[in-house]
């Protein structure tokens, strides 16, 4: 499985869907960027396990947004550090009952349903997980945090999903929060190569990590 919460996103939505350049080498993202294409490592059948666990957490997904975070605050604790509105937060409790936590949980859940509508879309897929990663540079939210969303969100909804929970939706979800990673990881460093960036301001100036986006990114991706 994540999100600069404030300030200026990207917005792909007044944007026409990507097409393949020419030689059919990449994606231009209409921002001057050329997305270099990355396989989505999901089978259809996985792709479908992925669709139906989603359904059942579907109902709960505020719920699991605040859990997912709580944990990650639980057994990484300097990730709150990015996070400026929670930085000064030291009970869990209250941070469970935080209004920003909760909307902060809902945009990044909310990033997750988007990525999987466009399951079978991969280029609008890579599109917005590729732009996603380019505004966390700009927010420098270090990637070393990404990947920790995914395995809290795992832990979070396998109690919602219950018996329906396997291995192969587990690994299936693994294999999406990985890809979604490693895409936004690429347009982290793209726009760390463009502008470049500072890396001694990893972490210090971020509002949030993967994968919700900027507030914008979330009214129109």
């Not at 209004?99 to 902060?104: N, S």
């Not at 280029?123 to 917005?128: P, R, T, W």
């Not at 540079?137 to 969303?149: G, I, L, Q």
């Amino acid at each position: 499985m994540g999100c600069a919460l404030s300030g200026p996103g990207v917005n792909t939505g007044s944007r026409p869907a990507p097409e393949a350049n020419e030689s059919g080498s990449g994606t231009d993202t209409g921002t001057g960027s050329r997305l270099k294409s990355e396989p989505l490592p999901l089978s259809e059948a996985q792709k479908d396990l992925i669709r139906e666990s989603w359904k059942i957490l579907h109902e709960d997904i505020a719920r699991v947004g605040i859990i997912m975070f709580i944990r990650l605050f639980e057994t990484h604790p300097e990730c709150k550090d990015v996070f400026f509105m929670f930085r000064e937060i030291d009970d869990l409790q209250e941070l469970r009952m935080s209004k920003e936590l909760q909307a902060h949980g809902l945009r990044v859940m909310s990033f997750i349903e988007k990525s999987v509508a466009r399951l079978s879309q991969e280029d609008k897929l890579e599109q917005i997980v590729f732009e996603l990663g380019r505004s966390h540079c700009r927010y420098s939210a270090s990637p070393k945090y990404y990947e920790y969303v995914g395995v809290q969100f795992i832990s979070a909804v396998k109690p919602i999903v219950k018996e329906n929970w396997t291995q192969e939706v587990e690994e299936s979800w693994k294999s999406l929060f990985s890809y979604l990673t490693a895409v936004m990881k690429r347009g982290y460093h793209e726009e760390e190569r463009k502008n470049g960036v500072n890396k001694t301001n990893y972490g210090t100036q971020a509002l949030s990590v993967w994968p919700g986006g900027a507030s914008a990114m979330h009214n129109n991706v």
